[in-house]
């Protein structure tokens, strides 16, 4: 009986090991989470769009979940960074008049005052109000401004309104050149055109300078209230290279912890 048992124990035992070494050698074929996002090459050398070829978008760039909170947060910042108030109230020592004191302190059995400047009295000085100038900046965290830039782009994407140029050259400096491109191709009322490089192309610096509804700037200077100023986004092939590789760099550095802290000026 016991040898029977220990018998059907070691036939299973090796078919098993048979089924897993079987297992172990099928091929198998790695698939990525999700495709990348394409978009269309265009050209700007024609009023006519002529799709060059098609390029591969990050998805952790232009394909990630739109965090609208922290695009707000990013537009709220934007705007009160540069705002300075400018109200102001005079206080008791600014305010014209009342030298001397108004009475006697005794004897009159009226109240006991020191100044008409007071802000007890009607015409004196503001105890607590606004003096100019009053400043409303701060500073977002590091990686809400990193992250608004990712959503806004990706917004932006899943919109249809981010394309892709291979270079910002035109044959014409006319401005009537650019009103036509924008116009044939539903570019939206504005635009954004934004480059790798701020030495940018004669023919279309030219071009543009008295249109105020199509705007020139660098990578350097991308922003989330920008893009969302505009309503369209156009990129060159080069501005898309310098923004993936930028904000990748940014959304997988070893330093993330030390970038979590509150903003210092030294930084």
């Not at 109240?111 to 109000?129: D, K, N, Q, V």
């Not at 990686?143 to 917004?155: E, P």
């Not at 790798?196 to 279309?204: Q, R």
């Not at 898309?240 to 802290?261: F, G, P, Q, S, Y």
Request: net charge positive; with cysteine.
């Amino acid at each position: 009986m016991f040898k029977l048992l220990n018998l059907l124990k070691s036939h299973t035992i090796n078919s098993v090991c048979r089924t897993k070494a079987s297992a172990a050698i099928v091929p198998r074929t790695l698939t990525e989470w999700r495709p990348p996002r394409e978009v269309w090459l265009e050209n700007m050398d024609t009023l006519e769009s002529k799709n060059i070829g098609i390029i591969e978008l990050d998805n952790s760039v232009f394909g990630a979940p739109p965090r609208i909170d922290i695009v707000h947060q990013n537009v709220e910042w934007q705007r009160k960074y540069r705002f300075v108030s400018f109200s102001h109230s005079k206080t008791r020592n600014e305010v014209r008049g009342g030298g001397r004191k108004p009475w006697p302190q005794k004897g009159l059995g009226r109240a006991r005052h020191g100044s008409i400047r007071s802000p007890l009295w009607r015409g004196g000085g503001i105890a607590h109000g606004p003096r100019s100038p009053t400043t409303h900046f701060y500073m977002l965290p590091f990686y809400n401004r990193v992250l608004g830039l990712v959503s806004t782009l990706s917004i932006k994407h899943a919109q249809d309104d981010l394309h892709v140029v291979r270079d910002l050259e035109i044959p014409s400096e006319d401005p009537q050149y650019m009103k036509d491109l924008v116009a044939a191709r539903l570019w939206g009322p504005s635009v954004l055109l934004v480059d790798s490089s701020d030495i940018l192309p004669k023919n279309i610096s030219l071009g543009v300078e008295t249109i105020d509804y199509i705007n020139l700037m660098p990578v350097y200077g991308l922003n989330v209230y920008s893009m969302l100023k505009h309503s369209t986004v156009v990129l060159t092939e080069s501005a898309v290279k310098e923004i993936e590789n930028k904000l990748l760099e940014h959304l997988n550095r070893n330093d993330a912890r030390t970038l979590m802290c509150k903003f210092k000026y030294d930084r």
